[in-house]
């Protein structure tokens, strides 16, 4: 009977020591009541869609970054081995992939927790993703030449905001007949602003038209062709 009863005390004296040891590991574990500080990259507005990064530090470790779009579900995000900061793109769904929140104004809640329990108040950001749906404009001046000089082409890409600010031009010159003599790709060019292309009228002396053809950065084709005359006398 004796020789159980010491037994049983040399197991809790061992289990004693190695709970002293576990706190030891973990410093000031009973102590840390410091709550983790976590902040955003967030922006004001975004165009078309929002990932933004939640980072969070703690001088214990991060244990779980939370974070919740618009009032709704809290996503949990779990941070592996406990570092001292951890990070997570939103906002994310079930599954843990990207949302895309939509266009309008939006309200992102984040907080996080550490090993220690202590959970941070919760922060909120705001703000607003928009999106250029609107198809641009174009219109031209007409212009005349002498036969093998060059003409300058003067036309403009109207494109209302909100817009990236560029469209990719691309212009076509055609005959009476509607036959396309010549093609010039501008490239990218400011919008809601004068521009100029320079054209070198190496075909026959009569009428032509130039058409201007416009697709804003947002990939939206012109609702309108602008065109004009282009005489080459
Ligand atoms: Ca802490
Ligand atoms: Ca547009």
């Known amino acids: 009977m004796r020789k159980t009863h010491m037994a049983v005390?040399?197991?809790?004296?061992?289990?004693?020591?190695?709970?002293?040891?576990?706190?030891?590991a973990y410093g000031n574990l009973?102590?840390?009541?410091?709550t983790p500080?976590?902040?955003?990259?967030?922006v004001a507005v975004y165009w078309d869609d929002a990932?933004?990064?939640?980072?969070?530090?703690?001088?214990?470790?991060?244990a779980y970054i939370y974070h919740e779009?618009?009032?709704?579900?809290?996503?949990?995000?779990?941070?592996?081995?406990?570092?001292?900061?951890?990070?997570?793109?939103?906002?994310l769904n079930a599954v843990g992939a990207h949302v895309n929140p939509g266009v309008g104004t939006h309200e992102l809640t984040y907080w996080a927790q550490d090993v220690n329990g202590n959970v941070e108040a919760q922060k909120t950001v705001e703000f607003e993703i928009v999106a250029d749906t609107v198809w641009p404009v174009t219109?031209?001046?007409?212009?005349?030449?002498?036969?093998?000089?060059?003409?300058?082409?003067r036309y403009r890409v109207a494109d209302p905001e909100p817009t990236k600010g560029t469209a990719t031009v691309v212009i076509k010159i055609k005959n009476k007949k509607?036959?396309?003599?010549?093609?010039i790709k501008a490239g990218s060019k400011p919008v809601n602003e004068?521009?100029?292309?320079?054209?070198?009228?190496?075909?026959?002396?009569?009428?032509?038209?130039?058409?201007?053809?416009?697709?804003?950065?947002?990939?939206n084709p012109q609702s309108k062709v602008g065109s004009a005359k282009i005489t080459v006398k």
């Open 194 to 219: 004068s521009l100029t292309v320079k054209c070198r009228c190496t075909f026959a002396k009569g009428v032509y038209k130039y058409y201007v053809y416009a697709t804003d950065a947002s990939g």
């Open 69 to 91: 779009l618009d009032n709704g579900v809290v996503r949990l995000h779990k941070v592996d081995g406990s570092p001292r900061s951890a990070a997570v793109e939103t906002p």
């Open 9 to 24: 005390l040399t197991v809790v004296a061992i289990a004693v020591v190695s709970a002293i040891g576990a706190v030891g």
């Open 37 to 42: 500080t976590t902040t955003t990259d967030a």
């Open 139 to 153: 219109s031209a001046k007409a212009v005349s030449v002498r036969k093998g000089r060059t003409a300058s082409l």
């Open 51 to 62: 990932v933004i990064t939640v980072s969070a530090t703690d001088d214990e470790g991060v």
């Open 30 to 34: 009973a102590s840390d009541a410091n």
């Open 178 to 183: 509607g036959k396309t003599v010549k093609t």
